[in-house]
């Protein structure tokens, strides 16, 4: 089956800082990729959709300077949380748009878990 | 605008059966996904639904009637690693997923 990495899957970092998040698909190529975020017992939000070779869109309310998203592959988007702050600490989950699969559906990475002290 | 519902927790023993019911009302129709999601882990695909009908898989089944923008996931033979939240996912004209809030399904013995 279609497999997605996520890396890394927790990083803890002082305010003001930058993380990076890789999404890789393993093992098909993803044109389409899309980052979320999740707090805790709430359901998945998506914050924008990585096109390789395009810029990323982004949805409403999600600021495009601070979560700058790269998909320069066809196998590799990332993330990068700029100047980060305790209230981005959340869940980011990344999935992968298998094209050539059965359903177009979309397969997920295991999440990364960001704390920002 | 587009919207999924779903209830947002439902309890059942295990050993039975569980209905987890799913409405939606979206701009296009290319399908509808049901997803697995274990507390701190990231959602797995179940099912994935675009004619009308029941697609059986193993102790999961999930029906679609596009007619009534409906659908249900079905779980037989309840186990206790069933208890997680389940999340129905529409695709929408522009291939875009539309989630709902997820259904947290809690299993007792």
């Known amino acids: 089956g279609a497999v997605v990495s996520q890396h890394p899957s927790w990083v803890i970092c002082k305010s003001g800082t930058s993380v990076k998040i890789e999404c890789r698909s393993l093992?098909?190529?993803?044109?389409?990729m899309f980052w979320y975020r999740q707090f805790p017992k709430q359901s998945l939000m998506l914050m924008a959709t990585?096109?390789?070779?395009?810029?990323?869109?982004?949805e409403q309310g999600v600021e495009k300077d601070k979560f700058l998203i790269n998909h320069a592959s066809l196998t590799l988007s990332t993330l990068t949380v700029t100047s980060a702050h305790p209230e981005d600490s959340s869940f980011y989950i990344c999935?992968?748009?298998?094209?050539?699969?059965?359903?177009?559906?979309?397969?997920f990475g295991p999440g990364t878990r960001l704390t920002v002290l | 605008g587009q919207n999924i519902d779903q209830p947002t927790e439902m309890t059942a023993t295990e050993g039975a059966i569980v209905q987890i019911n799913c409405t939606y009302q979206t701009s296009g129709f290319n399908g509808l996904f049901w997803y697995q999601q274990h507390a701190g882990e990231a959602p797995t695909f179940l099912s994935y639904n675009v004619l009308d009908g029941l697609e059986e898989k193993g102790r999961f089944s999930s029906f679609l009637s596009r007619s009534k923008g409906y659908s249900y996931l079905l779980l037989k033979e309840l186990q206790m690693k069933d208890s997680a939240s389940y999340l129905c996912?529409?695709?929408?004209?522009?291939?875009?997923?539309?989630w709902g809030a997820g259904t947290k399904l809690i299993i007792k013995p």
């Open positions: 093992d098909f190529q993803a044109t389409t």
């Open positions: 990585s096109n390789e070779g395009s810029k990323a869109t982004y």
């Open positions: 996912a529409v695709s929408d004209s522009n291939y875009q997923l539309i």
């Open positions: 999935s992968a748009r298998d094209n050539g699969g059965d359903y177009n559906e979309q397969f």
